[in-house]
Nanobody, 120 residues
Framework: QVQLVESGGGLVQPGASLTVSCVASGRTRNTYAMAWFRQAPGKEREFVAVVNIFGGTTYSESVQGRFTVSRDDAKNSVYLQMTSLKPEDTAVYYC??????????????WGQGTQVTVSS
């Protein structure tokens, strides 16, 4: 069973950049789409971005043009580069592996999450 571990969260100021990472304990190449979701206090978990097994990417409208998702299958890793961060980006960011989708229910493997806080 693949396990996912996120890292790289932290406290940053509005307008700053931050990259969060996710490492899989097992092979994800040619097997899983890798996605990022986020959940703010009192809100539902929402889709952020996904990269499929061919490297194709899709983003939510709220992050399009500011965030970049990428995968390095040699390292069993996926990354989320975040730029021009806004206070509304504050959330716990989760890495997930599964079928490419906007729906959290289509992902069977989840990490524990990493907190990203954007505040001055």
């Amino acid at each position: 069973q693949v396990q996912l571990v996120e890292s790289g969260g932290g406290l940053v100021q509005p307008g700053a950049s931050l990259t969060v990472s996710c490492v899989a304990s097992g092979r994800t190449r040619n097997t899983y789409a890798m996605a990022w979701f986020r959940q703010a206090p009192g809100k539902e978990r929402e889709f952020v971005a996904v990269v499929n097994i061919f490297g194709g990417t899709t983003y939510s409208e709220s992050v399009q043009g500011r965030f970049t998702v990428s995968r390095d299958d040699a390292k069993n890793s996926v990354y989320l580069q975040m730029t021009s961060l806004k206070p509304e980006d504050t959330a716990v960011y989760y890495c997930a592996a599964g079928n490419p989708s906007f729906r959290a229910t289509d992902y069977s493997i989840w990490g524990q999450g990493t907190q990203v806080t954007v505040s001055s």
